[in-house]
């Protein structure tokens, strides 16, 4: 049994036979948060994984299927982290994935440094300027905007964390693709493999999926692109077999 809050509900994570607190007025998961669960490179065994802004803890979840590594998420939003909390717990993971309620630029700190062998992030995607509008609801505009991290402390956090010759993934958005790219040269996330995603053929790409090396050499790969929808409206066949599995 879990204890439900508000307006809060439980999804399946349908290909991996989990379920996850939701709210539509606190937060709910993306198709982002699933691609780049996927994307990422994991060790299967044994090791330590990081995910910084975890929200509701979506991508721990995920990556729980794909490994048998301690996995630790990090949020900073209390009512985010509960709910990641309770929904760990429901799916009987505490042994293997744990939340921390806290700052991601103190756990280096808190955690130490070049302990982990994968850092994940979905980051906020939008900085804030003078004309950035922000949305009135707290928890979508922390998920969103950069209140309490920017672009360059996920990336320089994920250095901290990660080990030499470990590898960090992030998903963004393509307006940011150079941004990104020098701050993981400044910080030593030597750029591996990116990869496009685009809403339907012929349509620009709205997402980016990117890997970096801790002290890695220069090879940066870019992949086939991934199509999320087909002309009809769809998922096309890629993305189905990521969200349902053989289901």
């Known amino acids: 049994m879990v204890h439900l809050y508000d307006d809060e509900r439980l999804d399946y994570l349908l290909a991996e036979d989990l379920k996850i607190i939701q709210s539509p007025s606190v937060f709910s998961f993306s198709l982002d948060a699933v691609l780049l669960a996927n994307f990422a490179y994991l060790p299967i065994q044994k090791g330590n994984i990081i995910d910084l802004c975890t929200g509701n803890g979506v991508i721990p979840l995920l990556l729980s299927t794909r490994t048998k590594a301690k996995i630790t998420g990090v949020e900073i939003q209390e009512r985010l982290y509960q709910m990641a909390t309770r929904s760990v717990t429901y799916n009987h993971l505490d042994e293997q994935v744990g939340i921390i309620h806290g700052d991601i630029k103190e756990m ?8 982990f062998d994968t850092v994940t992030c979905n980051p906020p995607y939008f ?30 956090v994920s250095s901290q964390l990660v080990k030499p010759g470990g590898k960090a993934a992030f998903v963004h958005r393509p307006g940011r693709l150079m941004e990104i790219l020098e701050l993981m040269k400044i910080y030593k996330l030597e750029p591996k493999r990116l990869r496009f995603v685009y809403p ?21 790969k870019i992949l086939p692109p991934l199509f999320v929808y087909e002309k009809d409206g769809n998922y096309t066949e890629e993305v189905e077999q990521i969200l349902y599995g053989g289901k």
């Open 108 to 115: 280096p700190s808190k955690l130490g440094y070049n302990k």
């Open 127 to 156: 900085p804030i300027s003078k004309q950035t509008i922000i949305n009135e609801n707290e928890h979508l505009a922390i998920a969103r905007h950069e209140l309490y991290c920017t672009l360059e402390d996920t990336i320089k």
């Open 200 to 220: 339907k053929a012929g349509k620009e790409a709205n997402t980016i999926l990117v890997e970096g090396i801790k002290d890695g050499k220069p090879d940066l």
